[in-house]
């Protein structure tokens, strides 16, 4: 029989070719739809999208174009490329980790009802036909040293389209990929390899990890001994709030106009996050190990903050109105406020802040010890900021009206932004006026609210976070901090307010939060480091 010849930097790029447009059909009508493009810009977005994973998988199939190794790994990817092709056409299943394991751990029964005949018409139409007609080429290697040297070229030629493919439409990428990330789970076979990379990994890494606990010695200190009535400390943890667009901070803007009218209201204004996005600040917040040292599979094997309060005898109880609490509350009581669906696609819902207020005070009323609350807010969830204000908190308009930012000008998405931050100065006052409340009818109470990172609003034509942290510009690391204590409370834990207000402008960071709210619940443990805590050297002794 015949034989075609072919160079084999030219077949791995019509498999390559093959696998991209044929069998990722599910992930470009997704795309499609995320875009939804209305004029040339879009499109033309839409082609550099093509172009970047054309070069990205020439470069993957090219990678193992060596003798005798490129046509039985082609022909595997091309099988799993096919079989997961059905599975995201036929039922648009997100192929992760947790597919991996049902096919591998589910029984016979189970696997044989996917068996369908539909399954065998993609595994041999879009399967074994191209495996067919690669195994009909003769594949002609040149020497090594020229073999070498096309790689060469060819690398330096991908990395050059790359970037100038990339660069005009820098947001566009930003806002597509990092905030629909879950369309990077429908391109085959990356998603594939990826999930059994991660199910492999997962299996490999020991039995099911024991948890390390922590702060075994914490108990009440003394002085809860001639303590009386009962405390609530609420922790908000704020999403993408900025320092910078605080007028607290100097903005000169009125994105403020409830929290400056706040007496006794403590702004720390040099603030600094963990980390760039939620996923990690979330986790290193609410752990002993701080930023120098935070090591978020560390961190998930081992008990936190919350862990250690609810320990010493505290109500401790998590309320969600995000993407979830990231490992950190699934040993507390906790309340979904917002209906998350992690395996279909879809965008963040669009839960406004005060659903954690509803029905606060029934929680409160209900506490039967002294509590430790926090509420995750939703806060400046970009990019489709103007999903996080109620109309009538549209203060500032223009306001971008859209999730892709290349529709909308610089001064729109702004606006939009600091219409999030009003809101979320209204949510926090509300949340403050109802502490306030509670304090007048004989419960302690404090606030703390701080943000998990900043936000990048066009600097340097930047958007969004998750930078490097050692890259990051400085507005996705300078976070709002603020601490709000009632007179009881002060009282209560011999707090002098005054002396934190007068030390406020000493940089602090979220390895604060693990250290301070232990010293001002007065927890004794051995982990406390008075060194990191913002009451110490503010508490007046007790007697
Ligand atoms: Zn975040």
């Not at 073999?147 to 100038?164: P, Q």
């Not at 400046?380 to 223009?398: D, I, L």
């Not at 703390?448 to 490097?468: A, F, Q, R, T, V």
Request: glycine share 6%; charged share 20%; aromatic share 10%.
């Amino acid at each position: 029989m015949p034989k075609f010849r072919l160079r084999p930097e030219v077949c791995a790029f019509l498999v390559a070719g093959f696998v991209l447009v044929c069998l990722n059909a599910h992930f470009w009508r997704l795309l499609y739809q995320t875009v939804a493009p209305s004029g040339a810009f879009e499109w033309l977005f839409l082609a550099s999208v093509v172009l970047v994973a054309l070069v990205i998988f020439n470069l993957l199939f090219g990678a193992f174009a060596i003798p005798y190794v490129f046509k039985p790994v082609a022909t595997l990817l091309l099988l799993i490329s096919a079989a997961a092709a059905y599975f995201m056409d036929e039922y648009g299943t997100v192929i992760d980790a947790g597919l991996v394991r049902n096919i591998v751990e589910t029984n016979a029964a189970e696997v044989r009802d996917l068996l369908t005949l539909k399954l065998g018409a993609y595994l041999l139409l879009a399967g074994a036909f191209p495996i067919y007609l690669l195994w009909r080429i003769r594949l002609e290697y040149g020497s090594l040293g020229r073999e070498l040297l096309t790689r060469t070229v060819a690398l330096l030629a991908s990395v050059v389209i790359v970037v100038a493919a990339v660069l005009p439409f820098t947001n566009g990428f930003m806002s597509v990929f990092r905030e629909q990330r879950q369309l990077l789970y429908f391109i085959s076979p990356v998603n594939s390899l990826h999930a059994v990379y991660k199910y492999v990994a997962k299996k490999t890494s020991g039995a099911p990890h024991r948890l390390i606990s922590l702060g075994e010695d914490a108990r009440k200190g003394n002085a809860w001994l001639g303590r009386k009535g009962r405390s609530l400390t609420v922790i908000v943890v704020g999403e993408t709030a900025r320092a910078q667009n605080f007028s607290l901070n100097g903005y000169p803007r009125p994105t403020n106009p409830r929290l400056s009218e706040v007496a006794g209201l403590i702004n720390f204004p040099l603030a600094y996050s963990c980390g760039t996005d939620t996923a990690l600040s979330l986790p290193c917040m609410f752990s002993n190990l701080g930023r120098a040292k935070f090591d978020p599979n560390r961190a998930a094997r081992q008990e936190n903050l919350l862990d250690i309060v609810q320990r010493a005898g505290f109500a401790v109880r998590w309320r969600e109105n995000q993407s979830g609490c990231k490992g950190v509350c699934v040993r507390v009581p906790t309340e979904v406020l917002v209906e998350t669906k992690p395996h279909r696609f879809y965008e963040i819902a669009d839960a406004l802040d005060e659903a954690l207020l509803r029905d606060l005070p029934e929680r409160i009323s209900a506490l039967d010890r002294d509590g430790l609350f926090v509420l995750h807010m939703m806060g400046s969830h970009g990019p489709a900021y103007y999903k996080r204000y109620p109309e009538q908190f549209e203060h500032f308009k223009p306001a971008c009206k859209e999730a892709q930012f290349s529709r909308c000008s610089r001064d729109e998405i702004v606006n939009a932004y600091d219409n999030t931050i009003v809101y979320t100065d209204h949510v926090l006052g509300e949340l403050i006026a109802l502490l306030q409340r509670e304090d007048k009818a004989g419960l302690a109470t404090a606030l703390i609210y701080l943000s998990d990172h900043g936000e990048s609003l066009g600097e340097s034509n930047l958007y969004l976070h998750g930078m490097p942290y050692a890259l990051a510009p400085e507005v996705q690391k300078h976070i709002p901090m603020l601490l709000w204590l009632s007179p009881r409370y002060q009282q209560a834990f011999a707090v002098d307010a005054g002396c934190i207000a007068a030390r406020r402008e000493r940089p602090v960071s979220q390895d604060n939060l693990f250290h301070s709210i232990l010293g001002v619940l007065d927890i004794e443990t051995r982990l406390y480091d008075a060194k990191l805590d913002i009451f110490a050297g503010c508490r007046r002794s007790y007697d």
